[in-house]
């Protein structure tokens, strides 16, 4: 790894330069952060999960043809992507009030909504991304309206097909957060195409078991809830991306070819 050359080092990922141009290898931390980095802890093996359960959702999502960056996964850490600009927003869907939503607009956590909502925050740490308007966005120029109308098209079939995957193996899907990122077309032509970017795991959504309501996600590391790789492992589980393994906490990874 000392060979490559890191690209970008966030909280939960490192990126490198790729073995070809236009790509790039995305490696998952065992980091955790909350709160904007006030809160964090390393949870050993939390990047493993995240890395085949991310690799599972972003291969389901790219058969009903959403497209997406990712390539190939290289091993237990690390996938072979396509190399983007990210758009600045954090593009949240939510089905099931929780989180900031329930704070803001006092509304019980776990009532479900009217209707599913897309919301965008301004990628600033620095300012603790910031809820921002469809108007802030392209009065700043962040995203044109062709490509936000693309955004909220893919990010609410993202949200149908996740709701039903997810209902199919006992859980509820709360909310999530993409992110997505322009590439050059395929065809030569001058204009961008808007794919889906970053990860999709148990750190970007909420899971609720729908039987328990018990918290199969990140909140169990926000909240103090503890056994939170268990929890993500949980998920894994009944994906059929790791064995069943009542008796150890071990990962034993179906089909693996690390
Ligand atoms: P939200 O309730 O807005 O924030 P918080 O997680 O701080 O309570 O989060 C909605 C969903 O989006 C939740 O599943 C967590 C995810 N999310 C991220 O993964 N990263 C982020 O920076 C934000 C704002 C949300």
């Known amino acids: 790894m000392s060979r490559r050359k890191q690209i970008y080092e966030g909280k939960a990922k490192i990126l490198y330069e790729g073995p070809e141009p236009g790509t790039l290898v995305q490696y998952f931390k065992d980091d955790a ?8 802890a390393t949870l050993d093996g939390k990047g493993v999960l995240n890395n085949r359960i991310s690799e599972f959702i972003m291969l389901r999502l790219m058969e009903i043809g959403i497209p997406t960056h990712f390539i190939r996964r290289l091993n237990m850490r690390e996938q072979l992507i396509k190399k983007v600009e990210i758009v600045p927003l954090e593009v949240i869907c939510r089905n099931v009030a929780a989180g900031t939503m329930s704070v803001r607009l006092g509304i019980e956590e776990g009532e479900k909504l009217p209707r599913s909502i ?4 301004l990628k600033r740490d620095d300012l603790g991304d910031p809820l921002v308007a469809e108007e802030h966005v392209y009065a700043f120029g962040w995203a044109t309206q062709g490509e936000m109308d693309e955004i909220i098209a893919m990010t609410l079939r993202i949200n149908d097909y996740l709701q039903g995957m997810f209902a199919g193996i006992g859980i509820r899907l709360v909310d999530f957060k993409i992110e997505f ?10 204009d961008h195409m808007i794919i ?6 148990p750190d970007s959504c909420r899971l609720w078991d729908m039987e328990t309501n018990k918290k199969l996600d990140k909140d169990r590391f926000r909240r103090d809830l503890g056994e939170v790789t268990e929890a993500y492992t949980e998920v894994a589980t009944r994906l059929g991306i790791l064995k069943p ?11 693996s070819n690390d």
């Open 181 to 190: 990122g322009r590439l050059a077309h395929p065809d030569g032509l001058g």
């Open 118 to 121: 897309v919301e965008f925050c």
């Open 33 to 40: 952060t909350a709160f904007n980095a006030q809160k964090k």
């Open 196 to 201: 889906l970017a970053d990860e999709i795991s």
């Open 245 to 255: 393994n009542p008796s150890t906490a071990n990962i034993s990874v179906i089909s």
